[in-house]
C-alpha cells in the first residue's frame, strides 16, 4: 500500500508525462487512496486529460477534481459559436446520429439529450467536443434505448469479461434485469473498473449500467 506522499508523487510524475499538460497549473493531494486535483487550467481537454491521467495511476481508489478553466481571450467563444462548433465536429463522424441529438449550451457548458442505440455512440458524442475552444464541461443525459427487444444474455457478458487478459481473473459478478445490467464485486485498478463497464455496455440490448466494482489494491 503507497504513502500518501508516494501516491501524491507518482500522480505529479503521471501529470508531467503528459504532453498536453504542465503540471505547474495542477495541484495534486492524496489521502487514503482518494486523489483531489486543483489548479486552472485553459482548456477543457487539458481538465480531462489530468484526470485520465490520474485515474491510470496504481493505488487511486477514487479521484475528487476540482479543476476550473480559464481561457485566454483568443479561446473564448459565444455560446452560439460553442453550439455551431459542436454540430461540425460532430458531421463527419459516422459513429454520432447527430439528428437524434439536442444540444444546449449555457455559459460554456454544453447539455447533450436524446435518444441512442448504443453507449459507442454517446461516448463519441462527448469525445468529440473534448478539444472544442470555449467549452466549460460536457453534461450528457442522452438515454441508450436499443431497439433490440432480446432479452440481455448474462452468460455472453460473464464470458466477455473473461476473455479480456486484463480482467480475467477478477472478481466481477454480474446482474442483468431487463434492459439493465449491474456489476459488483472487487477490481485492482480504474482501468479493469471501465473496461468491465465498457464490455457489459456492448452486450445487445443494453439500455443502463450501473458499475459498482470496488477498486481494491
Known amino acids: 500500500m503507497k504513502t500518501n506522499q508516494e501516491l501524491q508523487k507518482d500522480v505529479q510524475d503521471a501529470i508531467k508525462w503528459e504532453p498536453l499538460l504542465n503540471a505547474a497549473e495542477i495541484g ?30 496504481a493505488g487511486v481508489k477514487a479521484v475528487a477534481e476540482e479543476i476550473t478553466i480559464k481561457y485566454s481571450d483568443f479561446g473564448k467563444k459565444s455560446d452560439t459559436e460553442i453550439s455551431n462548433e459542436v454540430l461540425k465536429a460532430w458531421k463527419w463522424n459516422w459513429q454520432i446520429p447527430e439528428d437524434k441529438i439536442k444540444v444546449k449550451v449555457e455559459n460554456g457548458w454544453v447539455t447533450l439529450e436524446g435518444e441512442l442505440e448504443w453507449n459507442y455512440q454517446k461516448e463519441a458524442a462527448k469525445i468529440a467536443i473534448r478539444n472544442l475552444a470555449g467549452v466549460m464541461g460536457v453534461i450528457s443525459n442522452i438515454k441508450i434505448k436499443s431497439d433490440i427487444h432480446d432479452g440481455i444474455e448474462k452468460a455472453a ?32 485498478s480504474f482501468y479493469a473498473k471501465d473496461e468491465a463497464e465498457q464490455i457489459a455496455w456492448n452486450a445487445p440490448g443494453v439500455w443502463s449500467v450501473d458499475n459498482e466494482l470496488i477498486i481494491e489494491y
Do not use: F, P, W
Open 28 to 57: 495534486v493531494t492524496a489521502k487514503d487512496g482518494v486523489v483531489t486535483l486543483t489548479g486552472t487550467v485553459d482548456s477543457y481537454a487539458k481538465k480531462i486529460e489530468a484526470e485520465d491521467a490520474t485515474k491510470n495511476v
Open 157 to 188: 457478458i460473464k464470458s466477455a469479461l473473461q476473455r479480456n487478459s486484463s480482467i480475467d481473473d477478477l472478481d466481477i459478478n454480474v446482474d442483468v434485469t431487463g434492459n439493465h445490467v449491474t456489476l459488483m464485486g472487487t477490481v485492482n
